[in-house]
């Protein structure tokens, strides 16, 4: 299946945070509501941004076994 790069890069964070979500115990700055400054940016703990780290790199091998990634 071939996807284009913009889409894998989208799909590869949205999976990548949907785990960080489901595994790290308040992963959002506890200063912020739901982790969103009023910017509209989310910010993550530093726990947080290391299993999002660790997510993608597996997340990625994952998918690029199954997807080819175009422009």
Same mark, same amino acid.
């Given at each position: 299946?071939? !996807? @284009?790069?913009? #889409?894998?890069?989208?799909? $590869?964070?949205?999976?990548?945070?949907?785990?960080?979500?489901? /595994?790290? !115990? @308040?992963?959002? #700055?506890?200063?912020?509501? $739901?982790?969103?400054?009023?910017?509209?940016?989310?910010?993550? /703990?530093?726990?947080?941004?290391?299993?999002?780290?660790?997510?993608?790199?597996?997340?990625?091998?994952?998918?690029?076994?199954?997807?080819?990634?175009?422009?």
């Amino acid at each position: 299946m071939k !996807i @284009n790069k913009q #889409e894998y890069l989208e799909l $590869l964070s949205d999976l990548a945070e949907w785990h960080v979500e489901e /595994t790290v !115990i @308040n992963p959002w #700055e506890e200063d912020m509501i $739901l982790g969103e400054d009023p910017d509209g940016v989310y910010t993550y /703990t530093d726990e947080a941004q290391e299993a999002f780290i660790a997510a993608t790199d597996a997340i990625d091998f994952v998918l690029t076994q199954y997807l080819e990634i175009g422009e």
